[in-house]
């Protein structure tokens, strides 16, 4: 009897756990879609939050809460600027991340990923685009960096895929 090959390990969670716990459409592995990586601008929605946040406590310092809680109503404030100041409005989406890399290349492209990720404290968002070149196997590999808000090109490197 032939063997049959390992599968690869997934985290696969029940339909109806899935649904018990009202999970959103985004995070449900059985929803077949193409995913839509959530703008950054989010985060302002937080920083609303903590602003808040910062109100309810000085109204209850008004009422009669301690006067040291001044200092969590300026801890609100100051984590709200931040969530402002981080929350970029992502202007680059991964398919235009993708085609900017592939003009940027110096191989015709075969596979490639796009992975968002954040630089500085200000977490500025740059696509981080691995290529391979189209040959069968292919014969180089490549890494172009995409500015998230304006679509250039911040970096590359492109190597020789070395032999197995």
């Known amino acids: 009897m032939a063997e049959q090959e390992p599968q690869p390990?997934?985290?696969?969670?029940?339909?109806?756990?899935?649904?018990?716990?009202?999970?959103?459409?985004?995070?449900?592995?059985?929803?077949?879609?193409?995913?839509?990586v959530p703008n950054t601008n989010r985060r302002r929605g937080a920083g609303n939050v903590y602003v808040v946040a910062a109100l309810v406590t000085a109204v209850g310092i008004a009422l009669g809460l301690p006067v040291g809680m001044w200092l969590l109503v300026g801890l609100f404030i100051a984590i709200a600027a931040y969530h402002w100041l981080g929350g970029w409005d992502l202007k680059v989406m991964d398919g235009e991340a993708l085609e900017i890399a592939n003009r940027e290349a110096e191989f015709p492209a075969g596979h490639a990923s796009a992975a968002l990720n954040f630089e500085g404290w200000r977490a500025r968002p740059v696509w981080n685009v691995l290529m391979f070149s189209a040959d069968d196997p292919p014969t180089e590999r490549g890494l172009v960096r995409v500015d998230g808000l304006t679509g250039d090109v911040v970096g590359s490197y492109v190597e020789d895929v070395p032999e197995a």
């Not at 995070?27 to 193409?34: K, W």
């Open 9 to 36: 390990r997934r985290i696969e969670i029940p339909q109806e756990v899935a649904a018990a716990a009202d999970m959103p459409d985004d995070l449900q592995s059985l929803v077949l879609e193409p995913y839509a």
